[in-house]
């Protein structure tokens, strides 16, 4: 009954073409049950399987994911470990699938300092899943907000493009995103209230939401209720206010 209700609050929603999220919380969760942090990463890939389904139901175009950053290396090398193993293991278990249901796998990060193997472990998902439109998954892996503007700023150097032809365009396509849209509504879940270095160049204008649930109990509901919070916002790109007639 209540997911009746769900599915027929959606059809009057305004759905967001690109959700990014920032999947937080999986050590806090995994501590409030005296688990080890490994587990609690474990759970949050778990969230992300229910949470890719829901993206489809919904009708959500793009969802792009904060995996790993460039400072997770400065983790306990036993946790960096444990989740490179957890992306193998997530690529091994769930490609299929996710092939099945025409998701679209994208890596978006530096490619330097990432493990021969796994790298082609990716690269194999990327080619594989390249002509699915259901849904874009990008994932922000070895990812950093600054990195990726002083690379896009590196490859304009190498370019030989002349200063004043230089524009916002002339960067933006030159992200790791390109030709991913900007994302209009950010989610951060295990109630923190900022970035940390995501898509800091592309969220000049999405709409953030944070919430208090932690990132492994996460799930359709939640991601519902993000929904409908950014149905309540005004986007203004910079304007002002809409006046009534």
């Given at each position: ?57 919904f009708g959500i175009k793009e969802l792009t994911v904060y995996a790993f950053s460039t400072e997770n290396w400065r983790r306990p090398p036993d946790e960096v470990h444990h989740l ?162």
């Open positions: 009954m209540a997911e009746q209700r769900e599915q027929s609050e959606l059809e009057g929603l305004i759905i967001p073409n690109h959700v990014a999220i920032i999947m937080d919380g999986n050590g806090r969760w995994a501590k409030k049950r005296g688990l080890p942090r490994n587990m609690g990463h474990r759970a949050g890939a778990e969230a992300l399987k229910e949470v890719l389904e829901s993206c489809v139901e490179m193993l957890l992306l193998d293991y997530f690529i091994d278990r769930e490609l299929n699938r996710l092939h099945k249901q025409g998701v679209r796998i994208r890596h978006i990060g530096r490619e330097e300092g990432v493990d021969e193997r796994r790298l082609k472990k990716i690269h194999e998902a990327v080619e594989k899943t390249c002509h699915n439109h259901r849904l874009v998954l990008n994932v922000a892996f070895n990812y950093g907000g600054r990195a990726e503007i002083v690379d896009a700023v590196r490859k304009i150097v190498e370019e030989g493009i002349p200063v004043e032809d230089i524009t916002e365009e002339s960067i933006s396509r030159r992200l790791y995103t390109y030709p991913t849209p900007d994302p209009d509504l950010i989610i951060r879940t295990g109630g923190e209230f900022r970035l940390s270095n995501f898509l800091i160049w592309q969220a000049s204008y999405a709409e953030i939401y944070s919430t208090e649930v932690f990132w492994p109990n996460f799930g359709r509901t939640d991601l519902l209720a993000a929904v409908r919070v950014f149905n309540e916002r005004e986007r203004r790109y910079g304007g002002l206010h809409s006046s009534p007639a």
